[in-house]
């Protein structure tokens, strides 16, 4: 029987626990110095020593999954597959012969932050996660080519080089420029697996035993007919026919995300080693399906997820161990059980022990990075030795369940009340017709209004104003006041750069949802709970614990102030219950409906202060709503009824003449129309910039009435789109749908961008309306 680690994890936080690299790549793209190769080196020996100290001391047992960036674009540079605008980006990686020398690291950042008028690979989200991958462009003309990888030399550390596996990394593809209509990147698989080989050659000449492919695309249907899923099932055991020979490396393939029995079966006819399941958001498998690989898999390891990669509570010992030890006896002898996680724990923070400022009781029910990987281990020793070793972790563990049980902020009756009592008429506005005409009249906008999409960016100022407040050196009255001062600044901007609707800039907010989870009660925030978002972005995910009330108004005196510097409209700005829910570690002891039901009623009182404040417009940012939408087609119309009328409880309150916004981002949203409808919204923004506005043929076919504002400037990347540019853009737009409908905005908030490059594009804007705006006078 060849032999998978008897415990695993599947991936490691690698920002590192302190974001070393994040800090080590912007110095680098600042021209400020630092050598992100050499931070990388220290990170990865690091965090080896630490997995093996945490428990995980088998061969092999330590994953190798470090990415300067993003685990895909690793992929695209590793094999060559860069779009034809990156040529020359190409030819410096291939000159290179390493991939972690600065000319190969500047070229791997030109493709993935864009570069003058060659715009980045697009960005969208990975499966249902807050992470964000970029998505390779494909087409004939493609060509693969072994360039090199770090995993190569992270190997020698005698750790599990984890890599994408190729029908994943070309399944998330899409179509490049220059192919032709219909072209599906899979069709190059034949012409990938090569370079595939290649990379495996490489890593076994390095030392690894183990190397472990990610195929997550497996366990969803999205856009799958079954004459798809069958293309994709071929494709993936011609993938692990050709990849598991007896020269590479021992082969292990992560079904994440989800489940996907009939690829475990597709697998089982190939050559691999270990096939790894999710069974936390994945189905557990039955008796039927583990007679059946009791056969089809002997010899050979099942990997079984059960503790969870993308959530913080602490493990129910008990009820995984009943999962672990009734797939074992379902599976006889024939078939080792491996203890793994259910994805890559890139997805939590490091260490809850840091966690020193939350309330002791609450820290005890979390499990970070690094207790996970406890867990894990303690799990497989329970399974290999039975209860009595590891009885002290269990009761460990039942005390924790049993404190957070009877916790009183869990459960209040008078907020379970007010959820059971939600009616229908509390999710429904009046007629979009009355209301357009309403706002009309109160707006007085021009055809093309532009706008931004909400925050502005966050200066060396305003952090030092709120690190100051937070250490007790300005009292409250001088941080309102420096905030103030920030506030009067971007109005004072705005109205110079010529903007129609204008925001507040969100000085005051460190975060679109840790600023509510601050302000409401049933939530807690860390102070070392940092995750990859994507590149060098990472956020702070608040802890959704309990049940949640509004103890007072949050936003109303910020717009207040705000609007009183102006006679321009300035919209209230509010972050919706799905999106508070996707940006946390959401509860899981009730259904999650009802978790979004009371952020709605909590939102919905805070709309009403806004309007009796004089806000007319008011939005309510829903970025993550297509997210969490699930992987497989049945369970998703209840999905979108309780995320839709949670979004509706909070805003269908609202006067006729308040005119309600949203805002969504980097999700494919072509596939939720119906649902973005559904919503409600008078004006709904949309990121668009990356794609050329692909998602309008969609919209267009819908039919959708409302007001929609698609993005016309990518503000993950560091250029500055010229005026022409947005032209382009905005006559698509006018081109797909009615000009009354459009709106001009970029793809985001403009938190993370810097003030020269926020003017000078918002300036190209104004002025690209102006010009769409002459298109139609004519």
Same mark, same amino acid.
């Given at each position: 029987?060849?032999?998978?680690?008897?415990?695993?994890?599947?991936?490691? /936080?690698?920002?590192?626990?302190?974001?070393?690299?994040?800090?080590?790549?912007?110095?680098?793209?600042?021209?400020?110095?630092?050598?992100?190769?050499?931070?990388?080196?220290?990170?990865?020996?690091?965090?080896?020593?630490?997995?093996?100290?945490?428990?995980?001391?088998?061969?092999?047992?330590?994953?190798?999954?470090?990415?300067?960036?993003?685990?895909?674009?690793?992929?695209?540079?590793?094999?060559?597959?860069?779009?034809?605008?990156?040529?020359?980006?190409?030819?410096?990686?291939?000159?290179?012969?390493? /991939?972690?020398?600065?000319?190969?690291?500047?070229?791997?950042?030109?493709?993935?932050?864009?570069?003058?008028?060659?715009?980045?690979?697009?960005?969208?989200?990975?499966?249902?996660?807050?992470?964000?991958?970029?998505?390779?462009?494909?087409?004939?003309?493609?060509?693969?080519?072994?360039?090199?990888?770090?995993?190569?030399?992270?190997?020698?550390?005698?750790?599990?080089?984890?890599?994408?596996?190729?029908?994943?990394?070309?399944?998330?593809?899409?179509?490049?420029?220059?192919?032709?209509?219909?072209?599906?990147?899979?069709?190059?698989?034949?012409?990938?697996?090569?370079?595939?080989?290649?990379?495996?050659?490489?890593?076994?000449?390095?030392?690894?035993?183990?190397?472990?492919?990610?195929?997550?695309?497996?366990?969803?249907?999205?856009?799958?007919?079954?004459?798809?899923?069958?293309?994709?099932?071929?494709?993936?055991?011609?993938?692990?026919?050709?990849?598991?020979?007896?020269?590479?490396?021992?082969?292990?393939?992560?079904?994440?995300?989800?489940?996907?029995?009939?690829?475990?079966?597709?697998?089982?006819?190939?050559?691999?080693?270990?096939?790894?399941?999710?069974?936390?958001?994945?189905?557990?498998?039955?008796?039927?399906?583990?007679?059946?690989?009791?056969?089809?898999?002997?010899?050979?390891?099942?990997?079984?997820?059960?503790?969870?990669?993308?959530?913080?509570?602490?493990?129910?010992?008990?009820?995984?161990?009943?999962?672990?030890?009734?797939?074992?006896?379902?599976?006889?002898?024939?078939?080792?059980?491996?203890?793994?996680?259910?994805?890559?724990?890139?997805?939590? /923070?490091?260490?809850?022990?840091?966690?020193?400022?939350?309330?002791?009781?609450?820290?005890?029910?979390?499990?970070?990075?690094?207790?996970?990987?406890?867990?894990?281990?303690?799990?497989?020793?329970?399974?290999?030795?039975?209860?009595?070793?590891?009885?002290?972790?269990?009761?460990?563990?039942?005390?924790?369940?049993?404190?957070?049980?009877?916790?009183?902020?869990?459960?209040?009756?008078?907020?379970?009340?007010?959820?059971?009592?939600?009616?229908?008429?509390?999710?429904?506005?009046?007629?979009?017709?009355?209301?357009?005409?309403?706002?009309?009249?109160?707006?007085?906008?021009?055809?093309?209004?532009?706008?931004?999409?909400?925050?502005?960016?966050?200066?060396?100022?305003?952090?030092?104003?709120?690190?100051?407040?937070?250490?007790?050196?300005?009292?409250?009255?001088?941080?309102?006041?420096?905030?103030?001062?920030?506030?009067?600044?971007?109005?004072?901007?705005?109205?110079?750069?010529?903007?129609?609707?204008?925001?507040?800039?969100?000085?005051?907010?460190?975060?679109?949802?840790?600023?509510?989870?601050?302000?409401?009660?049933?939530?807690?925030?860390?102070?070392?709970?940092?995750?990859?978002?994507?590149?060098?972005?990472?956020?702070?995910?608040?802890?959704?614990?309990?049940?949640?009330?509004?103890?007072?108004?949050?936003?109303?005196?910020?717009?207040?102030?705000?609007?009183?510097?102006?006679?321009?409209?300035?919209?209230?700005?509010?972050?919706?219950?799905?999106?508070?829910?996707?940006?946390?570690?959401?509860?899981?002891?009730?259904?999650?409906?009802?978790?979004?039901?009371?952020?709605?009623?909590?939102?919905?009182?805070?709309?009403?202060?806004?309007?009796?404040?004089?806000?007319?417009?008011?939005?309510?940012?829903?970025?993550?709503?297509?997210?969490?939408? /699930?992987?497989?087609?049945?369970?998703?119309?209840?999905?979108?009824?309780?995320?839709?009328?949670?979004?509706?409880?909070?805003?269908?309150?609202?006067?006729?003449?308040?005119?309600?916004?949203?805002?969504?981002?980097?999700?494919?949203?072509?596939?939720?129309?119906?649902?973005?409808?559904?919503?409600?919204?008078?004006?709904?923004?949309?990121?668009?910039?990356?794609?050329?506005?692909?998602?309008?043929?969609?919209?267009?076919?819908?039919?959708?009435?409302?007001?929609?504002?698609?993005?016309?400037?990518?503000?993950?990347?560091?250029?500055?789109?010229?005026?022409?540019?947005?032209?382009?853009?905005?006559?698509?737009?006018?081109?797909?749908?009615?000009?009354?409908?459009?709106?001009?905005?970029?793809?985001?908030?403009?938190?993370?961008?810097?003030?020269?490059?926020?003017?000078?594009?918002?300036?190209?804007?104004?002025?690209?309306?102006?010009?769409?705006?002459?298109?139609?006078?004519?």
């Amino acid at each position: 029987m060849t032999v998978f680690p008897s415990a695993t994890v599947l991936g490691y /936080p690698r920002i590192g626990a302190n974001r070393e690299l994040k800090r080590a790549l912007e110095s680098f793209w600042s021209g400020r110095g630092g050598d992100p190769a050499e931070t990388a080196e220290r990170l990865r020996a690091a965090r080896t020593e630490r997995l093996r100290g945490l428990g995980l001391t088998e061969d092999s047992a330590v994953p190798e999954d470090f990415s300067y960036y993003d685990q895909v674009l690793d992929v695209v540079i590793a094999t060559g597959a860069l779009p034809s605008r990156f040529a020359a980006e190409r030819e410096a990686l291939a000159r290179a012969q390493d /991939p972690e020398t600065e000319e190969a690291l500047r070229a791997q950042f030109t493709v993935a932050r864009g570069q003058g008028d060659r715009p980045a690979l697009e960005l969208t989200k990975w499966f249902d996660s807050n992470y964000h991958y970029l998505v390779p462009e494909i087409g004939p003309e493609t060509e693969f080519e072994w360039l090199g990888s770090p995993r190569v030399a992270a190997a020698r550390l005698g750790a599990r080089p984890v890599v994408v596996g190729p029908v994943t990394f070309l399944a998330l593809a899409k179509a490049s420029e220059e192919a032709p209509e219909g072209y599906n990147p899979l069709d190059r698989l034949e012409d990938l697996l090569p370079v595939y080989a290649r990379y495996l050659s490489e890593l076994k000449e390095a030392g690894a035993r183990w190397v472990q492919f990610d195929e997550p695309a497996l366990v969803t249907d999205r856009h799958r007919t079954p004459q798809e899923r069958s293309a994709l099932l071929a494709a993936l055991r011609t993938a692990y026919t050709a990849l598991a020979t007896p020269d590479a490396p021992h082969l292990a393939v992560a079904l994440t995300y989800g489940h996907a029995f009939d690829a475990v079966d597709a697998l089982a006819e190939t050559g691999v080693q270990a096939v790894i399941i999710d069974a936390v958001r994945g189905a557990v498998p039955g008796a039927r399906e583990l007679e059946r690989w009791s056969a089809s898999l002997a010899g050979r390891t099942l990997g079984v997820g059960v503790v969870s990669g993308r959530n913080i509570w602490r493990a129910d010992l008990d009820a995984a161990l009943t999962v672990l030890r009734g797939i074992r006896e379902g599976l006889g002898e024939s078939v080792a059980v491996s203890v793994t996680t259910s994805t890559s724990l890139q997805h939590v /923070p490091h260490d809850v022990e840091r966690e020193t400022q939350l309330d002791e009781e609450l820290r005890s029910w979390l499990s970070f990075a690094d207790q996970k990987v406890r867990e894990v281990a303690t799990l497989a020793r329970g399974l290999a030795e039975g209860d009595e070793a590891i009885a002290a972790e269990l009761e460990e563990a039942r005390a924790a369940a049993a404190s957070r049980r009877a916790h009183p902020g869990v459960e209040k009756s008078e907020v379970r009340r007010a959820v059971a009592g939600v009616t229908e008429a509390q999710r429904t506005r009046g007629d979009a017709a009355a209301r357009h005409e309403a706002q009309g009249a109160a707006l007085g906008l021009p055809v093309l209004p532009t706008t931004t999409i909400g925050s502005f960016p966050q200066t060396d100022e305003i952090r030092r104003a709120r690190a100051a407040h937070r250490g007790g050196k300005i009292d409250d009255r001088a941080y309102e006041d420096a905030m103030k001062k920030e506030i009067a600044e971007v109005i004072r901007a705005q109205e110079e750069i010529g903007l129609d609707v204008l925001v507040h800039g969100e000085a005051e907010r460190n975060d679109m949802v840790q600023y509510f989870a601050e302000n409401f009660e049933g939530f807690a925030t860390t102070v070392h709970g940092w995750v990859q978002s994507y590149g060098s972005r990472c956020t702070r995910p608040s802890i959704l614990w309990g049940d949640v009330t509004r103890p007072e108004a949050i936003t109303v005196e910020w717009s207040r102030y705000a609007q009183s510097l102006t006679t321009r409209p300035v919209k209230g700005m509010l972050t919706g219950p799905v999106t508070i829910m996707a940006w946390s570690f959401v509860r899981e002891d009730i259904p999650w409906g009802e978790v979004a039901d009371q952020l709605g009623l909590a939102l919905r009182a805070e709309v009403g202060d806004l309007e009796a404040a004089g806000i007319g417009i008011i939005q309510v940012d829903e970025p993550a709503i297509r997210e969490l939408l /699930p992987l497989r087609e049945e369970d998703r119309e209840e999905y979108l009824e309780w995320s839709v009328g949670a979004f509706r409880l909070a805003t269908a309150g609202a006067a006729e003449a308040t005119s309600i916004h949203t805002h969504l981002c980097y999700s494919d949203f072509a596939t939720i129309v119906d649902a973005i409808d559904r919503l409600d919204a008078d004006v709904t923004s949309i990121e668009a910039s990356r794609s050329k506005l692909k998602v309008l043929p969609a919209v267009a076919e819908h039919g959708f009435h409302r007001g929609l504002g698609p993005g016309v400037w990518d503000i993950h990347s560091a250029r500055v789109p010229s005026t022409e540019e947005i032209v382009e853009l905005l006559r698509v737009a006018v081109g797909a749908l009615d000009p009354q409908q459009v709106w001009v905005n970029p793809d985001c908030g403009l938190k993370t961008r810097g003030w020269k490059e926020t003017t000078a594009t918002l300036r190209n804007l104004v002025e690209a309306a102006r010009v769409v705006r002459g298109d139609l006078d004519n």
